[in-house]
């Protein structure tokens, strides 16, 4: 009787082992620990066993019972661990469930990112009215009524002296009135002109203006902050340049050209005349100049004591380079096929 | 203003191809468009600025290019020291009136004088510019405006009735028929040039036809003068008529210049075409005093961020035409010639060194100064909060036009008794400033499913505007959400129409990503939206915006035929709920239990009112009350909807006993039946 406990015992551990799948096992389940199984009929042959032997051997077919039950447990464990097949494979090329997220508008994109930069120079942001009147769009930033200087801000009127204003630069005025130097703003928001609308036109658009006062502000602070700007916005190889030109609310003032970003400031691309720059290798993107000591004036500053720089800038003409947009109306459309590349 | 190159080299020595002479002067402010050949010339297009009249005439350029190369200006001589007759102004009579608007006249009259075709080299000139050429002595007048910058007119002196000019203001009533064959309507405000009978010229701006120099003509009377600029630019803007004239004296011209202009112009005419003059007149101011600038040299690096010697800033200046009048070691005394009129103040002459030393050599630099405090105002702040919940919902960020047409307004119903009107428009659409962002919201998503991008979520932050009834404006800040046709969930779940509630869902996602906790709906009726179902949005009982399914005539007018349901809310008051500092609250130590309910109800009973009542009923332990499910149909009886809620039951000090949150479960079962006729399911 030992004996066969033992011959069991080995047999069922060795078929146990090199089972390899859930119904393997089963099978050996049912082979040993079933209602017919060996071990089962061996609890049946007690009677056979002579009494002074039979507290012996029950021992050992309960711990041949345990033994092989374990043993079946684990080697389950083990099979399902390892892919067992009552496990049903998923199609795992089958398209993931998107939870589609919105976007913002690209040229809000830009002006966090344009306000940001400034942000980090110690600028900070300021906002202001879109209806002005007269005196904060024109007179306070010196371009006199009825004078060829207006030509560049043609404006839509809504009453007499009220006005949409054609720049961003009004607030300039608003907020030195209100505020003593040193400062250093930067003003985003919408304007408005009466231009016929055209691929590069739009009678609505935006701008951020910036404005820093001190009694050591110096053209070469402009330089250095508008490089920082540029290179940030179009990357760290982009070259720029100043040109004179004129504003009345800034003097000395400059237009202020980046290298082309398609071509790099080469003029061709390929052999022929770069499209984005028209071949000069240089793109106008914004306005700047020192403050006109008669706008320090006209908001009660000392222009003996304190000296500053200013700069506008076109929004979408910047997002349009940035992204190679072909016309501004796109903007205003709000395609969501546009919309959702940004 | 063109520029040909060939041209160009009368006045200044030019030892560089165009292209090189362009970019010079584009470094130096005068801004080149394009550099064209044209047969054996180059064409330069300057864009000049406002500030710089005395560049819109090839001497003024040239001076600008001697100054920039070290080269000098060549000025022609005038060859007859003094034209014949100058000084005996007999030939005829000039009168001005109104010695406001014409400081000075100048006149010249020749006698004699054989009208033909120009000579080779000015036809050359003028063509190379892209002007035609007329006769020899129009032609004559033309080309010393571009060169000189002084804009000339010759009169047919035979076809001036009575031999005698005046400068006045137009009669009211008067009307000229004009070179360019168009008769124009004169008003009281406008200068004039008049012969004893009517105007013969609009005075700065163009000549009349019966004056014309034409083949007939053989006694001239030449014209060179100073108009008020303001004068010129009204007229000539009331006319809607801008010549090369008008432009220059709008800008104004040299005083300076006049007399040389006037006598350079007799000697050309009398080369090219003969004749004799016989008698010069010379009206009002003679010459203008010289304006004197004081310069501070430091003040040159203190502006600019670079040190330029004083030696060297003088050096520009002078070569720009200034002299000097004195120097002590701290100021220099300059005198600005007269061509120069932008030159007013110390900070112009600043300019000028910064130029011609080249924005190219100073250097670069970082600002020294820093704001305190915030960077970004509360209102930008609140806003991008806005953007990035709504981004993050899946909603995406529109921009519309602020300005719409009156039918567009009325299209979505909208009120415009209260719009700001424009009122120089281009065009009808630009009639209104909007009063609400519905309609460019409509417009947008009509704009969107023509394209085929029929499932939309979109938001618009702008601003909104309207008079106020001091005849003032105001303007605010605005939020509007439009939603329209299916929401997906890829392949596993089913396509279904967007709702109300996923309007609603989104509202009170954006409130409390705001902090803001105290909100609720009231019915509401409003213009663009449908009766059955429209609310108002209210924050701590106050009224900020509407939300809403869009009425179908509406969406009619906008040929939309899926549901729109939008949102609109007032963002300046939602901003004054807005708590966006956060506190910490440490999270409940003790479980919370559970227990759901279904109910059913009439169809009338609203689940605010259940809510209420569930709160008012359970007792201090209940922690929250929500709708789960709600079914109307199958085994419910009609008229009533089967509810289930889920009630939370929770004590911030111990964990609750299974019978107390029993008894306050059954108290809120009893509520509901006795006051609500409710039934447990």
């Known amino acids: ?342 | 203003m063109l520029i040909s190159y060939n041209w160009l080299k009368d006045y200044v020595d030019i030892n560089m191809p165009a292209e090189k002479l362009a970019q010079i002067l584009a470094m130096a402010g005068l801004s080149v468009d394009s550099v064209e050949e044209k047969s054996g010339d180059s064409i330069l297009e300057l864009e000049i600025t406002s500030n710089r009249p005395d560049c819109l005439s090839y001497i003024g350029v040239a001076r600008e290019v001697a100054a920039l190369t070290g080269r000098r200006l060549k000025v022609p001589s005038r060859v007859l020291r003094t034209v014949s007759g100058e000084k005996t102004p007999n030939a005829v009579t000039v009168k001005v009136e109104n010695k406001k608007l014409c400081p000075r006249y100048t006149a010249l009259v020749i006698r004699g004088v054989k009208i033909g075709e120009s000579p080779k080299w000015l036809k050359e000139r003028l063509e190379s510019i892209g002007l035609r050429s007329v006769n020899n002595v129009v032609d004559i007048t033309n080309f010393c405006l571009f060169e000189t910058g002084e804009p000339m007119h010759a009169f047919d002196l035979d076809n001036v009735a009575g031999g005698a000019v005046m400068i006045r203001n137009a009669r009211k009533g008067e009307k000229i028929m004009v070179i360019d064959g168009t008769e124009r309507a004169l008003d009281e405000t406008m200068l004039v040039i008049a012969d004893s009978g009517a105007p013969i010229a609009i005075a700065g701006v163009m000549g009349g036809i019966k004056t014309e120099v034409g083949m007939s003509t053989t006694n001239i009377l030449l014209e060179a003068a100073y108009f008020d600029p303001i004068s010129i630019r009204r007229t000539s803007r009331k006319l809607a008529l801008s010549t090369e004239s008008s432009y220059r004296f709008e800008r104004k011209v040299d005083m300076d210049n006049i007399y040389y202009t006037q006598i350079r112009a007799a000697q050309l005419i009398m080369e090219a075409a003969g004749g004799k003059s016989e008698g010069y007149i010379d009206i009002g101011e003679a010459a203008v005093t010289k304006k004197i600038i004081d310069l501070r040299p430091e003040r040159v690096s203190k502006i600019l961020g670079v040190e330029i010697p004083a030696s060297k800033t003088k050096r520009i200046l002078l070569s720009l035409g200034m002299k000097q009048k004195a120097s002590s070691k701290n100021i220099l005394k300059l005198e600005v010639p007269g061509c120069r009129q932008d030159l007013q103040d110390e900070i112009d002459l600043i300019e000028e060194v910064a130029r011609v030393y080249g924005y190219n050599n100073i250097p670069e630099t970082l600002p020294c100064v820093s704001e305190k405090g915030d960077r970004q105002p509360i209102d930008i702040i609140v806003d991008d909060k806005i953007r990035d919940t709504l981004k993050s919902s899946g909603l995406s960020e529109i921009i519309t036009y602020s300005l719409l047409s009156r039918k567009v307004i009325s299209m979505a119903k909208l009120d415009d008794k209260d719009a700001a009107v424009v009122k120089n428009p281009l065009s009808a659409e630009q009639e209104l400033l909007r009063p609400s962002s519905i309609a460019g919201m409509l417009g947008a998503i009509r704009y969107n499913i023509n394209r085929k991008n029929s499932d939309l979520k979109l938001f618009e932050l702008g601003k909104v505007y309207f008079k106020t009834a001091g005849g003032s404006f105001k303007e605010r800040r605005n939020l509007t959400v439009g939603l329209t046709g299916e929401i997906h969930d890829g392949w596993i779940g089913k396509p279904r129409a967007v709702s109300f509630f996923d309007l609603k869902g989104i509202t009170e996602t954006l409130f409390l990503s705001l902090g803001i906790n105290d909100f609720s709906v009231r019915e509401a009726s409003e213009g663009p939206f449908s009766p059955a179902a429209c609310a108002t949005v209210e924050v701590k009982g106050e009224p900020i915006g509407v939300l809403g399914e869009i009425d179908q005539g509406v969406l009619k007018n906008f040929d939309i035929k899926d549901k729109v349901y939008v949102l609109e809310i007032d963002s300046e008051s939602l901003q004054r709920s807005v708590a966006l500092k956060k506190y910490f609250n440490e999270p409940m130590r003790y479980p919370s239990a559970s227990r759901d309910m279904s109910i059913v109800v009439d169809n009338s009973i609203s689940n605010a009112a259940i809510i209420s009542l569930i709160t008012d009923s359970a007792g201090k332990i209940l922690k929250k009350a929500k709708l789960i499910d709600r079914y109307r149909g199958g085994q419910i009886p009609s008229g009533k909807t089967s509810l289930t809620y889920r009630l939370e039951y929770q004590d911030v000090s111990r964990t609750l006993e299974d019978k107390e949150v029993q008894e306050a479960h059954s108290r809120v079962v009893r509520a509901l039946q006795e006051n609500l006729g409710a039934s447990l399911r």
């Open chain 1, 1 to 342: 009787m030992k004996e066969k406990i033992k011959e069991i015992e080995q047999g069922a551990l060795a078929e146990i082992s090199i089972a390899g799948n859930g119904d393997d096992i089963e099978k050996l389940r049912i082979k040993y620990l079933g209602r017919k199984g060996l071990i089962t009929e061996l609890f049946k042959k007690m009677g056979e066993v002579p009494p002074e032997e039979k507290g012996e051997v029950g021992k050992l077919i309960n711990s041949l019972k345990n033994n092989v039950a374990k043993a079946l447990d684990d080697k389950t464990g083990s099979v399902s661990a390892a892919g067992g097949a009552k496990l049903e494979k998923i199609d795992i090329t089958l398209p993931g469930i998107i939870k589609e997220t919105g976007t913002l508008h690209p040229v809000s994109q830009t002006i966090r990112e344009i306000c940001g930069i400034f942000v980090s120079l110690g600028f900070k942001v300021v906002g202001g009215p879109e209806i002005e009147n007269e005196h904060y769009n024109f007179e306070a930033l010196n371009i006199p009524l009825e004078h060829p200087s207006r030509d560049a801000f043609d404006t839509f009127y809504l009453a007499d002296k009220w006005l949409l204003r054609s720049h961003t630069s009004p607030v300039q005025a608003r907020f030195m009135e209100k505020n003593k130097p040193p400062l250093a703003i930067v003003i985003p928001g919408k304007v408005y002109r009466p231009d016929a609308t055209d691929a590069s036109h739009s009678f609505m658009f935006h701008q951020v203006e910036g404005l820093a006062v001190s009694d050591d502000i110096k053209f070469s602070d402009l330089k250095g902050a508008l490089t920082v700007f540029a290179k940030r916005m179009f990357g760290e190889k982009t070259v720029m340049r100043f040109r004179p030109s004129f504003f009345p609310f800034t003097e000395p003032s400059a237009e202020v050209d980046i290298s082309c970003i398609l071509c790099d400031g080469s003029g061709a691309r390929g052999g022929t005349r770069c499209s984005l720059c028209g071949g000069s290798g240089w793109l106008e993107i914004l306005g700047a100049g020192m403050v006109n000591p008669k706008v320090f004036k006209n908001v009660g500053y000392d222009p003996d004591k304190v000296t500053g720089f200013a700069f506008g800038m076109g929004v979408e003409r910047i997002t349009i380079l940035k992204y190679g947009i072909t016309d501004i109306r796109m903007f205003f459309e709000n395609d969501l096929r546009v919309l959702k590349q940004f």
